[in-house]
Nanobody, 125 residues
Framework: VQLQASGGGLVQAGGSLRLSCAAS????????MGWFRQVPGKEREFVAS????????YYSDSVKGRFTISRDNGKNTVYLQMNSLKPEDTAVYYC???????????????????WGKGTLVTVSS
């Protein structure tokens, strides 16, 4: 599956952005989807994941309550709504797809099957 993320940009602290990730292929609904982020010099870190049906979602503690992940299987797209953004949310955000249960994604990026090119989110103070 090929993934294409979009929606990044520059926003002031407290603002909102919505990232989108469009997937190619007809098997989108068979994948758990999610987002990671990375800043230079640091490891890629888990942000959020969502089950195949969209019925279960998982978040890192740093974004819980501020970010919402969702998916539209009819449009082969996963979204990340980011509210109350903070400067520390500044990073390159990567869309990902895998068959591994979303509850396990917090363990990190190793073993994730598919990655999209990142989209840069910059939050100014």
């Amino acid at each position: 599956v090929q993934l294409q993320a979009s929606g990044g940009g520059l926003v002031q602290a407290g603002g909102s952005l919505r990232l989108s990730c469009a997937a190619s292929g007809r098997t989108f609904s068979s994948y758990v989807m999610g987002w990671f982020r990375q800043v230079p010099g640091k490891e890629r870190e888990f942000v959020a994941s969502i089950s195949r049906s969209g019925g279960s979602t998982y978040y890192s503690d740093s974004v819980k309550g501020r970010f919402t992940i969702s998916r539209d299987n009819g449009k082969n797209t996963v979204y990340l709504q980011m509210n109350s953004l903070k400067p520390e949310d500044t990073a390159v955000y990567y869309c990902a797809a895998d068959t591994k249960d979303g509850s396990l994604w917090y363990r990190g990026p190793n073993g994730i099957d598919y990655w999209g090119k990142g989209t840069l989110v910059t939050v100014s103070s």
